[in-house]
Nanobody, 117 residues
Framework: QVQLVESGGGLVQAGGSLRLSCVASGIIISINTMGWYRQAPGKQRELVATITSAFSLKTNYADSVKGRFTISRDAAKNTMYLQMNSLKPEDTAVYYC?????????WGQGTQVTVSS
């Protein structure tokens, strides 16, 4: 059974930083495409960043977070991270961990990030 568990969200002032974590079980994150998505109130869920398997190791970022957010993973811990710096109020959302494994999409329960101005 695949399980993704996010943590690290919270309340931070604009300009601050947070690091989100996604611990995976039931899949090996280093051989799957992983990603972070977010959903703000009243808006659709949107892509934040993705990281491909260790074979290609490519990262992709939404234009709105380029240069501020960094996606990474620790294969030994089977954990993916999202380092978020220079946070803005418009980054406020629920952040979700995602994995594509054998054609199936898996989601975590989400972690709330709130950035105050």
């Amino acid at each position: 059974q695949v399980q993704l568990v996010e943590s690290g969200g919270g309340l931070v002032q604009a300009g601050g930083s947070l690091r989100l974590s996604c611990v995976a079980s039931g899949i090996i994150i280093s051989i799957n495409t992983m990603g972070w998505y977010r959903q703000a109130p009243g808006k659709q869920r949107e892509l934040v960043a993705t990281i491909t398997s260790a074979f290609s190791l490519k990262t992709n970022y939404a234009d709105s977070v380029k240069g501020r957010f960094t996606i990474s993973r620790d294969a030994a811990k089977n954990t993916m991270y999202l380092q978020m710096n220079s946070l803005k109020p418009e980054d406020t959302a629920v952040y979700y961990c995602n994995s594509i494994s054998k054609g199936n999409a898996y989601w975590g329960q989400g972690t709330q990030v709130t950035v105050s101005s």
